[in-house]
């Protein structure tokens, strides 16, 4: 009868981290989008991003209530508690995650078909080094390997670094370009966006550690 049972929690869990997969691959899309659509200024897939969030949604209320669900039928303990509440847990931060994407998209509708004062360069490595940190994060979650979760959130100091340096930058163009004050304020908050991916990803990092050990880490600190 045991067995019968824990045979049957074991595939509610694989249909559990199923949905969390999924999840997962919509929030990195939309970041991937987002970024394509600032890059390119393009409106269209903007505006698919931002329509596409209440996939993202619909995902996490589908994990909730799974969780909910086995948490009231087959009252886990111990590591099987944990991994629940850390399901919880990183799908509240991937669907964050999603609202990321949408907000970079809504800065590129505000700055439309604006000429950009310079290249966009930086912002996109910014970019790259946080999806780095999220696809490792993710990555880690899936296979709950610690040791990939401390090198992931060991990468937040550098976007950090990276933030305060592009943010100076974009600074110093306002006195010389008052009518390009939008696009200055849209693109520090693009920044402040790819800034908070990576500080998401170290939270889901967090929760890796946290699943291994039973003990609470801060990997920012």
């Given at each position: 009868?045991?067995?019968?049972?824990?045979?049957?929690?074991?595939?509610?869990?694989?249909?559990?981290?199923?949905?969390?997969?999924?999840?997962?691959?919509?929030?990195?899309?939309?970041?991937?989008?987002?970024?394509?659509?600032?890059?390119?200024?393009?409106?269209?897939?903007?505006?698919?991003?931002?329509?596409?969030?209440?996939?993202?949604?619909?995902?996490?209320?589908?994990?909730?209530?799974?969780?909910?669900?086995?948490?009231?039928?087959?009252?886990?303990?111990?590591?099987?508690?944990?991994?629940?509440?850390?399901?919880?847990?990183?799908?509240?931060?991937?669907?964050?995650?999603?609202?990321?994407?949408?907000?970079?998209?809504?800065?590129?509708?505000?700055?439309?078909?604006?000429?950009?004062?310079?290249?966009?360069?930086?912002?996109?490595?910014?970019?790259?080094?946080?999806?780095?940190?999220?696809?490792?994060?993710?990555?880690?979650?899936?296979?709950?390997?610690?040791?990939?979760?401390?090198?992931?959130?060991?990468?937040?100091?550098?976007?950090?670094?990276?933030?305060?340096?592009i943010l100076k930058e974009l600074l110093t163009y306002t006195p010389q370009n008052p009518d390009s004050t939008n696009q200055i304020i849209q693109l520090a908050f693009?920044?402040?966006?790819?800034?908070?991916?990576?500080?998401?990803?170290?939270?889901?990092?967090?929760?890796?550690?946290?699943?291994?050990?039973?003990?609470?880490?801060?990997?920012?600190?």
């Open positions: 009868m045991f067995m019968n049972t824990r045979s049957k929690f074991d595939q509610n869990l694989k249909e559990l981290k199923s949905l969390q997969l999924n999840m997962a691959a919509e929030a990195e899309t939309a970041i991937k989008n987002a970024m394509l659509a600032l890059l390119n200024q393009d409106i269209g897939l903007a505006s698919k991003v931002m329509n596409g969030d209440q996939v993202i949604d619909d995902l996490e209320y589908d994990i909730h209530e799974k969780v909910l669900q086995l948490i009231a039928q087959q009252s886990p303990v111990a590591k099987d508690l944990r991994r629940l509440h850390v399901a919880l847990t990183v799908s509240s931060e991937v669907e964050r995650l999603g609202d990321i994407a949408v907000n970079i998209a809504k800065s590129v509708v505000h700055i439309g078909n604006e000429k950009y004062l310079k290249e966009l360069s930086e912002i996109p490595k910014m970019m790259e080094m946080a999806t780095e940190m999220l696809t490792e994060a993710i990555t880690a979650f899936y296979s709950e390997d610690p040791a990939l979760a401390k090198k992931c959130a060991e990468k937040d100091d550098q976007v950090d670094e990276m933030f305060g340096d693009v920044c402040r966006s790819i800034e908070r991916i990576a500080d998401h990803s170290t939270n889901i990092a967090e929760n890796v550690i946290y699943l291994e050990t039973g003990k609470r880490y801060n990997l920012n600190a």
